[in-house]
């Protein structure tokens, strides 16, 4: 029994044109959902500090996962560890960070600070 399609769908160069389209479209709505993994140098800023004299690592590394559309929207800009410099004690300090200093969207996990803490040294009396 033959099946008698359209003379435009039976042409081969038409079949492949909407084969690709159609197997670009499942790709495209597939890739959007792919979870993936993105890493960043985050600089650490201090805000409410009482002195200017602080010592401490300038970044740290940070890795993200989310879903493909989420970790591109993600600006790297954003990526920012935020201290608050109003608990410090002078001396030496060990500050152990997390999504917490972050500010990730819900839509993103952290998955890997590098280093985990930081150590710094405050100290009140110096001028600069």
Not at 20 to 30: P, R, T
Not at 71 to 76: A, D, G, N, R, S
Not at 87 to 107: A, H, S
Request: hydrophobic share 40%; proline share 4%; net charge positive.
């Amino acid at each position: 029994m033959k099946i008698n399609l359209p003379a435009m769908i039976q042409h081969r160069h038409i079949t492949r044109i909407y084969s690709i389209i159609l197997g670009y479209s499942i790709w495209f709505c597939i890739a959007q959902h792919q979870v993936i993994s993105q890493t960043y140098q985050a600089p650490i800023y201090f805000y409410d500090i009482k002195t200017e004299y602080v010592i401490a690592p300038t970044s740290i590394e940070i890795t993200v996962q989310g879903n493909r559309k989420e970790v591109y929207k993600f600006k790297k800009e954003h990526a920012e560890i935020h201290l608050d410099g109003s608990k410090f004690k002078e001396g030496n300090q060990e500050i152990v960070l997390g999504k917490e200093n972050l500010f990730l969207p819900d839509t993103l996990k952290l998955v890997d600070l590098v280093p985990g803490h930081i150590s710094i040294h405050v100290d009140y009396n110096k001028k600069i």
